[in-house]
């Protein structure tokens, strides 16, 4: 098991889940805000983070911020809203997942247990030498990087890892519950939208080579 820090400034949400969570026997600190969220983060280590974005004194986005200065620590996002700028935003900041509200506390752990292995160092190294060119796109995963025209593009960890796997198997028709259980997981929850922002920031990574990524009307996406 691992230690959760729990942030929101409703009490009901935040003591709900802490009670489901120590009772499957996960650690649980709960922060009522931003500010005392970094707070706990400076003088202690956590191995996932809950953060919801509306929050009083100090909102999400900017707590992630303070604590990202400091320490590596994945981050669960929760948003009521759901809006697409959120989750673009967030996504922006290297949050590493997001959900919205309501939620099941079930398929909350189920992420965050998702995370913190996710976190923990690869037990496989990378195959070597795995370079492939495209025009000006070169995309190096042993090295974990992208150059789009010789400019060097900077992406989360969560958007080189969805790369990666499209072009490992290009040609191939994905399907977005393929795409979760394999780059993020877990089992599909029946909410895809989490695929669909990472695929439309990764075009604009890409800029003039968008077109590599296709959509399958139905069916998911597939790098050609």
């Not at 070597?128 to 789009?148: S, W, Y």
């Not at 290009?170 to 997981?185: P, T």
């Not at 604009?204 to 399958?216: A, D, K």
């Amino acid at each position: 098991m691992f230690h959760i820090l729990f942030v929101d400034d409703e009490d009901a949400i935040r003591e709900g889940f802490a009670e489901y969570a120590e009772f499957l026997g996960y650690d649980v600190t709960q922060a009522k805000d931003g500010m005392e969220a970094v707070a706990l983060c400076r003088a202690r280590d956590f191995d996932v983070i809950v953060m919801d974005i509306m929050m009083p004194r100090m909102d999400g986005f900017t707590a992630c911020k303070e604590i990202r200065r400091e320490k590596d620590i994945p981050v669960l996002m929760l948003s009521a809203r759901g809006e697409e700028y959120d989750k673009l935003h967030g996504f922006d900041l290297g949050i590493d997942d997001y959900v919205t509200k309501p939620f099941s506390p079930k398929e909350l752990l189920a992420r965050l247990n998702v995370l913190v292995r996710r976190s923990k160092p690869a037990s496989h190294a990378q195959p070597p030498n795995e370079i492939h060119k495209i025009d000006g796109l070169v995309i190096d995963m042993t090295a974990r990087t992208v150059e789009v025209d010789g400019a060097r593009v900077e992406m989360t960890p969560k958007e080189y890892e969805l790369l990666f796997y499209l072009v490992r198997n290009r040609n191939i028709a994905l399907s977005r519950e393929k795409l979760l259980s394999a780059v993020w997981g877990y089992d599909f929850f029946g909410e895809d939208s989490t695929v669909n922002t990472h695929i439309k920031v990764l075009r604009q990574h890409l800029g003039p080579y968008e077109t590599h990524i296709v959509t399958i009307r139905g069916v998911g996406y597939r790098f050609e």
